[in-house]
């Protein structure tokens, strides 16, 4: 016999605690819920309910975002083997914890908005203004989230009623009547919400972004051309309410250059925002480099969950400023002594790019130059353990053997997302950032509109807005030296371009939440691209299948829901 899902309130109220910059919940116990969201302060906790389960979802590591895809690689054996069933797809199956964790979470986070939907009538301290715009933002997130499943495993279960009380029979909808739902609700949001709103919020701008990539995916999973115009629109209405994009790499990510104008849809963290300093931030800073070392050794934690792959140091041109500005080429001990030195410093690691393509070994004098440069470089000595790990640019399999391996500092850190507010505790623990997490920025845009106009086959145009994120101010290091290259330049047919921003993206967005693996996925190029670049793919000897564009139902979503039978299962799984 199938069990029962409860879903009470008091767990959506326990998850609402301390979850937000811009909502302070007043928690009130002992009085029913009904007059507890009689009034707005008791009302405004489920509002702060839906935006905080954002962080459930993206505070740890989103990782079936981003694993198994041409971008990153598995970092030592013992490591890659917890996530094995993403990155090499062949243990993938119904059972798998992350992609349960994952639909258990949004699902969560669903009933959490069906929750503030259902109680928006009933403040008497609301003005209209407010409860439209809370009922435009809570339809918001609803729709994101049952979007955010849709990339993952096609058509879903659309949960749209509030419950406090079991219910165990919703079937699953077509993958055409999912996208119905999330773009009718995204588009009455649209209607609701204002055009500005404080950071982490939903607004205009945020809508319109979404509903850009919506309508982008359903054009290429349902086939309707007219679908990519209406993503070029929305686009459009996102490009001229940002403008042009104007800042300049290195402040766009500076810590100080949070909530700027260019980022869109971001989770909100601060210091004074979570219970525990340690383990209440996010994970984004720790899962793009090698082990650093131990905690309590003034090392920032890493997880080596997803190296950069080789593609990404390949594509770079020397003079590329968010070449530089993403990864720590030299490590000091302590690591955080980079933002604010004190001269007690050393360098721990020096990871050198090889940039001679004739350049196959590493001979002694190399060594000993590399040292000079690096001491020259930063006036440090070196600390006890030094270690120097030379990047192989020009050498695929070199590059991915060194990350395979096992020493510390054997790949370059990767400073994009680092947290110097935080940084003792980024030492010690992995979960430690207060770093806001960007899911969507002005760059990511163009993006979506470049591959909109890829797939009505208008590839000068798709180019165009690809040079427009290549040109920002200050992406060349040296204004006179060399031009940055455009991947589109070269592009012939849609494969080709589609191809070609991928690999613009991935050097713009590196390490972001943007959605990787469903880009893959929603374009039909995931086959293509594991197969040419994934060197995980041709180390294992995998042979790629079709099922593999979507994920498995997890089993007990399917043993819990009377609506659901072993017949609704994604193919093959």
Excluded at 33 to 55: E, I, P, Q
Excluded at 100 to 111: P, R, S, V
Excluded at 479 to 489: F, K, V
């Amino acid at each position: 016999m199938k069990k029962s899902i409860f879903i009470y309130l008091s767990i959506l109220l326990l998850f609402a605690t301390s979850c937000s910059k811009f909502l302070n919940e007043d928690n009130k116990g002992g009085i029913t819920n009904d007059k507890f969201y009689s009034k707005a302060d008791g009302y405004k906790t489920l509002v702060t309910a839906a935006y905080s389960d954002l962080r459930s979802i993206y505070g740890t590591t989103p990782i079936l975002d981003l694993a198994g895809t041409d971008l990153y690689q598995e970092a030592k054996a013992e490591d890659a083997v917890a996530l094995a069933a993403l990155t090499r797809y062949q243990s993938l199956d119904p059972s798998e914890s992350h992609v349960e964790d994952f639909y258990t979470n949004c699902y969560k986070a669903i009933q959490a908005a069906n929750a503030g939907l259902y109680y928006n009538n009933l403040p008497t301290d609301l003005s209209d203004a407010q409860r439209t715009q809370y009922d435009g933002e809570l339809r918001f997130l609803r729709a994101f989230y049952h979007f955010i499943l849709m990339e993952q495993f096609g058509g879903i279960v659309i949960s749209d009623e509030y419950t406090n009380s079991p219910k165990i029979n919703i079937p699953r909808s077509s993958l055409a009547d999912s996208y119905a739902f999330v773009i009718s609700e995204m588009e009455q949001a649209l209607t609701e919400v204002s055009a500005s709103a404080s950071p982490g919020r939903v607004n205009k701008d945020v809508v319109n972004h979404y509903l850009a990539k919506v309508y982008l995916s359903r054009g290429w999973d349902l086939g309707s051309s007219d679908d990519f115009q209406k993503a070029k629109d929305y686009a459009d209405a996102v490009i001229s309410s940002k403008g042009d994009i104007s800042i300049p790499y290195n402040k766009l990510w500076d810590e100080a250059g949070e909530n700027n104008k260019d980022f869109i849809f971001t989770v909100q963290y601060s210091l004074n925002s979570i219970a525990d300093v340690q383990k209440d931030g996010n994970t984004q800073s720790s899962l793009f480099a090698s082990y650093g070392g131990s905690a309590g050794l003034g090392m920032k934690r890493s997880t080596e969950t997803l190296i950069p792959a080789y593609q990404i140091h390949h594509s770079f041109q020397q003079n590329d400023e968010r070449y530089a500005y993403d990864f720590m080429w030299y490590t000091y001990k302590p690591y955080f002594n980079y933002y604010n030195p004190d001269g007690t410093e050393q360098v721990m690691y020096y990871n050198p790019v090889i940039w001679d393509p004739n350049k196959t070994e590493l001979t002694a004098a190399d060594s000993a130059q590399y040292i000079q440069e690096v001491k020259t470089m930063t006036g440090r000595d070196l600390a006890s353990g030094f270690l120097l790990f030379p990047i192989w640019k020009n050498d695929r399999q070199k590059y991915a053997e060194q990350a395979w391996g096992g020493t510390s500092g054997r790949v370059p850190g990767f400073k994009k997302f680092d947290c110097p507010e935080n940084a003792l505790n980024s030492t010690l623990e992995y979960s430690a950032s207060v770093r806001d997490i960007v899911l969507a920025r002005l760059a990511g845009t163009y993006f979506l509109k470049a591959e909109a106009c890829i797939a009505l086959n208008q590839i000068p145009e798709a180019r165009d807005l690809v040079q427009k994120v290549i040109d920002r101010p200050g992406n060349k290091i040296d204004p006179n030296g060399t031009d940055l290259t455009n991947a589109l330049d070269n592009a012939t047919d849609q494969q080709s371009a589609l191809e070609a921003l991928f690999l613009e993206k991935g050097k713009e967005m590196l390490g972001e939440y943007d959605g990787r693996w469903p880009m893959l996925r929603r374009t039909k190029m995931l086959k293509y691209m594991l197969e040419k670049y994934n060197v995980d793919f041709e180390k294992n000897g995998i042979t790629f299948q079709d099922k593999w564009y979507l994920r498995p139902i997890p089993e007990n979503a399917i043993t819990l829901n009377e609506g659901l039978t072993n017949d609704d299962q994604n193919p093959g799984y």
